[in-house]
């Protein structure tokens, strides 16, 4: 016991089962890390597909909100256009609507001097009219009077010869 009780006592005896005591702890620990770091490489192995699946979904998601902005942008383009459209149509309207009153203004102004023409032309018509019927009389009235002409110079000719040479 002299020998136990005198390693007890030793300092370098008690620095020695320090040493193993620190030792044995710091292999639990390596191997504990080990362990963990097994877990956490197969942790890692299970992540990386669905990393990839993020990262794919990560580039599609930009392709889409890059996709989004273009449309976007060009459905701003579309409304400026489309501004611009009626802003122009608007004008178009103004100036056609004004031509427009100017026309029927001047149309206006044109029908009663259409109406008279009209009017006149009628008159014109049943002029012409008349003057037809009239010539007609007329034309009637010169058959009748070269028919009796003719009757008066057939009996003029057959009672005077001297006159028959003198007509």
């Given amino acids: 016991m002299n020998k136990l009780s005198s390693a007890k006592g030793n300092p370098l005896v008690k620095k020695k089962k320090d040493i193993l005591h620190l030792l044995e702890?710091?292999?639990t620990v390596a191997q504990t890390l080990c362990s963990e770091k097994a877990s956490l490489g197969d942790q890692v192995k299970k992540i990386e597909p669905e990393l990839s699946k993020l990262r794919?979904?990560?580039?599609?998601l930009t392709q889409a909100l890059q996709a989004k902005t273009e449309l976007t942008q060009e459905v701003q383009t579309l409304q400026a256009s489309h501004a611009d459209?009626?802003?122009e149509l608007q004008e178009t309207k103004a100036q056609l609507t004004g031509q427009l009153l100017e026309t029927q203004h001047k149309l206006d102004g044109f029908y009663p001097e259409l109406q008279s023409l009209q009017d006149e032309l009628?008159?014109?018509e049943l002029q012409n009219q008349l003057l037809d019927m009239e010539l007609l009389k007329k034309i009637e009235e010169i058959k009748?009077?070269?028919g009796r002409l003719s009757g008066y110079t057939s009996l003029v000719s057959s009672s005077s010869p001297v006159e028959?040479?003198?007509v």
């Fill in 85 to 87: 459209l009626t802003k």
């Fill in 56 to 60: 794919a979904q990560e580039t599609q």
């Fill in 25 to 27: 702890e710091v292999q």
């Fill in 144 to 146: 009748d009077l070269e």
């Fill in 122 to 124: 009628q008159n014109v």
């Fill in 164 to 166: 028959k040479s003198i």
